[in-house]
């Protein structure tokens, strides 16, 4: 694994294991049996009950003794979760339909036990959507693997929104992008059954993504990062992402970001230090190491002499056999610009500043050896730190630390929410294609932008 400061050791490709949601309109297949109630500890004084006592009893999915719009939102989600992965009989939508029946002639205690069953189930749901596998992300802190709020943080939320209704509709406590996908798969919104198998795909990987506080996502198969600040999104930007080789890929992760580096040193990952250095010191000779700013190094301590270039064995390296540490200074032509952002990740992986602006312009940005390249650094931390980063000297690696970390989520959505649509985008690194052959579709092609 690559040391998340030095980037010593080389990104590796993360395997997916994407769990595919069940549809309603495809023949079933089997999916992973979901966590038990019992793996989301809730703590004492936060379950529905609790709602009710700070409530004093008054119903929250009734009005003038009649269920409201929003209980009706709500049957048609738990009616319809087998779009989620989930078995709607689990949520016994029938005894809730009968309870809302017994409660139609305004029994006041009726009432109570409609809407605290109806209460019950939607916290059901709710912990069920979050139970599932990871989707293929790899956690560098277990507490990154999000749980569903406690069933009194849930219907605070519900009942603090300015529309019930909509905060069930639009599932207010999900990111998002997974209602506006469900919705699409639900109501048949796709042109064949391609699409419809991505939109299953995509809406797992929608469900482990965070949807509260402040979070950056960037989606590899966009390239582009995402600010969000609880469910509104704050800013966007490009991104160059690794390349579609098995070595350079960038994997799908969950870290902390919690601090920037300003002057970086770019140590070379040794595995890649042929490719992104010594095929040019075979073309234009050992000046280009000091042209670029770029140091061998005796050793990978924290305090390595500086080695002559000349004495390495460069056809070794082409080889392989031989492995050195090359490290580039701080300066203009640095491959991390003026700023790397770290956050915690197992492959060394970070987001940072580039001096090669021109490559932001194509279309498809596949270019890095898996790190994230940034259209514009500062203004990424601007929003991060509220202020613009400066560095007070020339010494290499300033850190800046964050007053309260940040969650990246780094994801593949080739299917997201554009408006009132869905935009797909292309399988760059054929992680669809992998799981739609499964599904018995084959090919690589999925539909363009």
């Not at 000046?287 to 070794?316: C, E, M």
């Not at 610009?337 to 940005?365: C, I, M, S, W």
């Not at 650094?377 to 929003?383: K, P, Q, V």
């Amino acid at each position: 694994m690559r040391k998340l400061r030095t980037g010593l050791v080389p990104v590796r490709a993360s395997s997916l294991m994407l769990g595919v949601a069940a549809s309603l309109v495809a023949a079933p297949i089997v999916l992973p049996a979901p966590v038990h109630a019992a793996d989301w500890s809730v703590p004492r004084g936060q379950e529905v009950d609790d709602f009710y006592k700070v409530r004093s009893g008054r119903p929250l999915w009734f009005q003038a003794g009649q269920p409201t719009a929003a209980a009706h939102a709500l049957l048609s989600l738990l009616t319809t979760a087998r779009a989620d992965g989930l078995d709607p009989g689990r949520y016994k939508v029938d005894e809730i339909r009968e309870a809302l029946k017994r409660a139609s002639n305004g029994d006041q205690r009726a009432v109570r036990k409609a809407d605290m069953l109806l209460s019950s189930r939607f916290a059901a749901y709710a912990r069920d959507l979050k139970a599932f596998p990871t989707a293929g992300l790899a956690y560098a802190d277990p507490a990154l693997r999000l749980g569903p709020p406690s069933p009194l943080r849930l219907l605070q939320m519900a009942e603090k929104a300015p529309s019930l209704t909509q905060f069930v509709a639009d599932m207010g406590w999900m990111n998002p992008a997974y209602a506006s996908l469900r919705r699409a798969f639900i109501s048949g919104s796709f042109e064949n059954d391609r699409q419809r198998e991505l939109l299953r795909i995509n809406l797992e990987r929608a469900r482990v993504l965070p949807a509260s506080d402040r979070y950056i996502i960037v989606n590899v198969a966009s390239q582009r990062l995402y600010m969000y600040e609880g469910t509104r999104l704050a800013d966007t930007m490009k991104v160059v992402v690794g390349q579609d080789r098995a070595e350079r890929k960038t994997p799908m992760m969950a870290g902390y970001l919690r601090y920037a580096s300003l002057n970086p040193y770019w140590n070379v990952p040794p595995d890649l230090v042929w490719d992104d250095v010594g095929k040019y010191v075979e073309e234009f000779g050992l000046g280009y190491l000091k042209s670029r700013g770029h140091q061998v190094l005796s050793d990978w301590g924290d305090n390595p002499s500086v080695v002559d270039p000349s004495t390495v064995d460069w056809d070794a390296v082409r080889a392989g056999t031989v492995q050195i540490r090359v490290r580039q200074l701080p300066g203009p032509q640095n491959f991390l610009g003026k700023v790397k952002y770290a956050f915690t990740n197992p492959f060394g992986v970070y987001l940072h500043d580039t001096p090669k602006k021109e490559l932001l312009k194509e279309q498809t940005r596949l270019f890095s050896g898996g790190c994230i390249r940034l259209e514009d650094a500062d203004r990424l931390g601007r929003w991060l730190f509220g202020k613009t980063l400066v560095a007070q000297s020339d010494e290499p690696d300033i850190e800046v630390a964050l007053d309260k970390p940040v969650p990246v989520f780094v994801t593949y959505m080739t299917a997201e929410p554009s408006g009132t649509s869905i935009t797909y985008f292309d399988d760059v690194y054929g992680w669809d294609a992998e799981r739609l052959a499964e599904l018995g579709f084959g090919g690589k092609h999925v539909a363009a932008r």
